[in-house]
């Protein structure tokens, strides 16, 4: 694979501790989920970075298949729970917004953009992912 970008973070005290960017354009105050402390959690920033990709990847797969959805977005859900074989595991549900589009063309530009999108391809066959489609008319 060529790599196009790196990037890296470094975590002190986990979930109640603080996780920086080693470039130091963020940081963050973590705070696990359900406390009463001011901070984010893991799971809202992957929720961030996901939305985000995954919505790059359905601007990209919409010229692809010549489809106009300007106006698409992206909102992601993450759920984490226990796993019944033990350990901890995330859960997600993908709904993707995309106006102006017929449910059919909508629901095949989203099921590309989930081949495509980086996220998509590190989670599958590992974390539960549905994906929700909506248009004007759902």
């Given amino acids: 694979m060529k790599i196009f970008y790196k990037t890296a973070a470094t ?8 996780s920086t960017l080693d470039d130091n354009s ?3 105050q973590m705070a696990a989920p ?18 985000a990709c995954f919505d790059s ?5 919409a010229k692809q298949l010549k489809l106009a959805a300007p106006e698409a977005r992206t909102t992601v859900q993450v759920g984490i729970g226990q796993r019944p074989e033990g350990g ?6 993908i709904t993707a917004h995309v106006p102006g589009l017929s449910q059919q063309d909508a629901q ?3 099921e590309a953009a989930h081949q495509v999108c980086p996220y998509s ?16 008319g759902s």
Avoid: C, W
């Fill in 121 to 136: 391809q590190a989670t599958r066959g590992n974390i539960d992912v549905r994906l929700h489609v909506l248009t004007d």
């Fill in 57 to 61: 990847a359905l601007e990209l797969t």
């Fill in 88 to 93: 901890y595991g995330l859960d997600l549900d």
């Fill in 108 to 110: 095949r530009l989203v």
């Fill in 34 to 51: 359900g406390s009463d402390k001011a901070g984010m959690n893991p799971e809202q920033l992957f929720a961030l970075g996901y939305a």
């Fill in 26 to 28: 963020f940081s963050v």
């Fill in 11 to 18: 975590a002190t005290g986990g979930r109640a501790g603080t």
